[in-house]
């Protein structure tokens, strides 16, 4: 159940609770762990857990952000064809964030997504049915054989078959039934159903990407959203948006940033040797070889005759030079001011890094899809 409730500051939140007369031990675990999870999560298109509790009949609940309404509203008023890729890249984000962090949701469908009219953005919501591949979860929980765990419509076929695996690919065919909605404004099951190409031909491409999508087998199927959004790029490739982890922070991020430690904060010198003309400066962090090319290559900076970037010799986060004992003090202060040099030449050398990995990624979709056309092409209109 699922309620709006106000703050002492008058604000809006919302608040699902878990019926103490329909709680089971098992449902219990799965509502704790969906907590742990959404807690955790600060990526927008996944609901936040902001604060958990229990009320005096002892129903448990937690307090999320309030929206405006669910995915099944916005579709019920009709969505414009330009509207709906926008739109659905914010679902397969949200679904793709979860996968790569081991989470699948196993139940999803347009009233578990949520849509905010202020900012017009859609979370991915009730998890509490996902299957959790972290192993420091609160809670193990397994699935009773007689469990129906997935709304019927939306379930992939494996979903529906005592005993049969079930894993993110299940997420990809509930994916191709709510894109296909999303513009037709029907569920395609069967055969003779509408196809994305009958309400917007522009968009025609995307009946192939969702047959795809929704295959029997989930062998079949994209392995992963990536591939999804791969597939989508061959013929609009800002529609969707790449995502990857993060090394700094372990969240999901935009391919496109830029999240080299190195790059965002310069090493510091927290420490120096001297012994017998040999100067060894030390870091508070190893270097990596793109840090120490970045500092070859910064372009101006001043030293002292002799004692250039490249006369510096490093193994993990300390630097080795040759000095005397006048020219400690000078080689010091010329090494502190190229760290920050440096790991802003690294910034600039990973932006180029990847303005040309998207120059060639858009290169290989162009030449994908000219193949692929030329494929069906051939298939049209050749006759035996």
């Known amino acids: 159940m699922v309620c709006e409730a106000l703050d002492s500051e008058g604000s809006a939140y919302a608040v699902k609770i878990l019926d103490p007369t329909k709680t089971t031990s098992s449902r ?23 604060g958990t509790g229990a009320t005096e009949a002892g129903a448990t609940f937690y307090v999320m952000p309030l929206y405006t309404c669910t995915l099944r509203e916005v579709m019920s008023k009709g969505i414009k064809p330009a509207a709906v890729l926008p739109l659905f890249n914010q679902i397969l984000d949200g679904i793709e964030a979860a996968h790569l962090q081991g989470v699948w949701h196993r139940d999803l469908k347009p009233e578990n997504v949520l849509y905010s009219l202020a900012n017009e953005t859609l979370a991915v919501a009730d998890f509490g049915i996902a299957h959790f591949e972290e192993e420091d979860l609160l809670t193990a929980v397994e699935t009773r054989p007689n469990e129906r765990l997935a709304n019927f419509l939306y379930a992939a076929p494996e979903q529906k078959i005592r005993g049969r695996s079930v894993d993110s690919r299940a997420d990809i065919y509930a994916l191709a039934l709510i894109l296909h909605e999303m513009f037709t404004g029907d569920v395609p099951l069967g055969t003779g159903h509408r196809k994305i190409a009958d309400v917007a031909p522009y968009f025609s491409y995307l009946d192939a990407i969702a047959d795809l999508m929704r295959r029997q087998s989930p062998d079949e199927r994209p ?37 080299e430690p190195l790059a965002q904060s310069p090493p510091r010198l927290v420490n120096f040797e001297w012994d ?48 005397r004992e006048h020219e400690v003090q000078s080689v010091i202060d010329h090494f502190k001011r190229w760290l920050p040099i440096a790991s802003g030449t690294l910034k600039s050398m990973l932006e180029q890094d990847a303005r040309k990995r998207d120059a060639n990624r858009r290169e290989q979709l162009r030449l994908e899809r000219e193949a692929e056309e030329q494929r069906l092409r051939v298939l049209r209109n050749i006759r035996i």
């Open 28 to 50: 219990l675990k799965r509502f704790k762990n969906e907590i742990d999870f959404c807690s955790k999560n600060s990526h927008k298109n996944i609901i936040r857990v902001l």
């Open 223 to 259: 392995a992963s959203v990536a591939d999804i959004k791969g597939l989508v790029q061959r013929y609009a490739y800002e529609a969707v948006s790449l995502q990857r982890l993060s090394q700094i922070s372990g969240t999901v991020i935009n391919s496109r940033e830029i999240d």
């Open 276 to 323: 017998r003309g040999q100067l060894t400066l030390i870091l508070d962090r190893p270097i990596t070889n793109e840090w120490k090319r970045a500092l070859y290559n910064m372009g101006s900076y001043s030293s002292i005759t002799g004692k250039p970037p490249s006369s510096f010799v490093f193994d993990g986060n300390r630097a080795v030079v040759g000095a």
